[in-house]
T-cell receptor, first 113, second 114 residues
Framework: DAGVTQSPTHLIKTRGQHVTLRCSPI?????VSWYQQVLGQGPQFIFQ???????GRGNFPDRFSARQFPNYSSELNVNALLLGDSALYLC????????????FGQGTRLTVV | GDSVTQMEGPVTLSEEAFLTINCTYT??????LFWYVQYPGEGLQLLLK?????DKGSNKGFEATYRKETTSFHLEKGSVQVSDSAVYFC?????????????FGIGTKLQVIP
């Protein structure tokens, strides 16, 4: 079975640009969460989506947005990129939004120059 | 707010040594507790979990006990191997509005030398 897949694996962008990161959850999983992991830190929660609706949002500016599609895949969008947005962005999928195990993808490494 | 505090690394051990990585938490409700492992260049993998007080999670020789009285969830392994070298994250999960928000610690890098 395929795990959580994220694309692209690496990305380099310039300050002020926009970026879209993609995530495909494990088949049958309806919930997707996004995390930002800055080098040397633990992952920080950004969003959770369940059944195409936003169910939770972390402490991130409005430059960060996301959506979930009918096939449960998800996109994370970041506008007006800052140098501080450079991080590993992790996607996790789970069966539902509650107390179910989350499975993580390998992440997208975003570098803003 | 909710938070997780874990010992900073790196931790360097010889093969077959005993491992302890300390983790304490602060939470407003009754969290589930997790240990995740991240191998170089990979995403996070759930290592073990405990969902209520006094539960013991265990996997691959690692274990941790949910201690509500000390708000701790220390990770232990009796005999580490070189293949255990990775970054270990302690985390707590709380349900809020129908979703589970997971809060991670800073991570502890473990290096096991032959």
């Amino acid at each position: 079975d395929a795990g959580v897949t994220q694309s692209p694996t690496h990305l380099i962008k310039t300050r002020g640009q926009h970026v879209t990161l993609r995530c495909s959850p494990i088949s049958g999983h309806k919930s997707v969460s996004w995390y930002q992991q800055v080098l040397g830190q633990g992952p920080q929660f950004i969003f959770q989506y369940y059944e195409k609706e936003e169910r939770g949002r972390g402490n991130f500016p409005d430059r960060f947005s996301a959506r979930q599609f009918p096939n449960y895949s998800s996109e994370l969008n970041v506008n007006a990129l800052l140098l501080g947005d450079s991080a590993l962005y992790l996607c996790a999928s789970s069966l539902s939004g509650g107390k179910t195990e989350a499975f993580f993808g390998q992440g997208t490494r975003l570098t803003v120059v | 707010g909710d938070s997780v505090t874990q010992m900073e690394g790196p931790v360097t051990l010889s093969e077959e040594a005993f491992l302890t990585i300390n983790c304490t938490y602060t939470a407003t409700g009754y969290p589930s507790l997790f240990w995740y492992v991240q191998y170089p260049g990979e995403g996070l993998q759930l290592l073990l979990k405990a969902t209520k007080a006094d539960d013991k999670g265990s996997n691959k020789g690692f274990e941790a006990t949910y201690r509500k009285e000390t708000t701790s969830f220390h990770l232990e392994k009796g005999s580490v191997q070189v293949s255990d070298s990775a970054v270990y994250f302690c985390a707590l999960g709380l349900n809020s509005g129908g979703y589970q928000k997971v809060t991670f610690g800073i991570g502890t890098k473990l290096q096991v030398i032959p």
